[in-house]
Nanobody, 122 residues
Framework: QVQLVESGGGLVQAGGSLRLSCAAA????????MGWFRQAPGKEREFVAAIAWIGGSTYYADSVKGRFTISRDNAKNTVWLQMNSLKPEDTAIYYC???????????????WGQGTQVTVSS
């Protein structure tokens, strides 16, 4: 059974930082892209960042570029999202996902975690 389990969400003041973790279990994701998406109330799920397991190429949404950093540890099958200079508009449920093909569309991702809430107060 494939599992992606996120952790690290919480409540933080604007300007603060959080680090999200995504632990993958049940299969090897060595050839997958790993991505982070977020969904705010009343809005569609949107791409945040992605990283290729092989080579480590990274991709970011313009709204988080320069503030968020995605990284991974292949041996631990874990991906992180370091979020700095957080803004109230970053408030959302953050989801970890895995894709064979990568990209920014949620439909391109095959496996999803349950999500973790991030709330940024002003």
């Amino acid at each position: 059974q494939v599992q992606l389990v996120e952790s690290g969400g919480g409540l933080v003041q604007a300007g603060g930082s959080l680090r999200l973790s995504c632990a993958a279990a049940g299969r090897s994701f060595s050839s997958y892209f790993m991505g982070w998406f977020r969904q705010a109330p009343g809005k569609e799920r949107e791409f945040v960042a992605a990283i290729a397991w092989i080579g480590g190429s990274t991709y970011y949404a313009d709204s988080v570029k320069g503030r968020f950093t995605i990284s991974r540890d292949n041996a631990k099958n874990t991906v992180w999202l370091q979020m700095n200079s957080l803004k109230p508009e970053d408030t959302a449920i953050y989801y970890c996902a895995a894709s064979r093909d990568g990209g920014t569309r949620p439909s391109s991702y095959d496996y999803w975690g349950q999500g973790t809430q991030v709330t940024v107060s002003s």
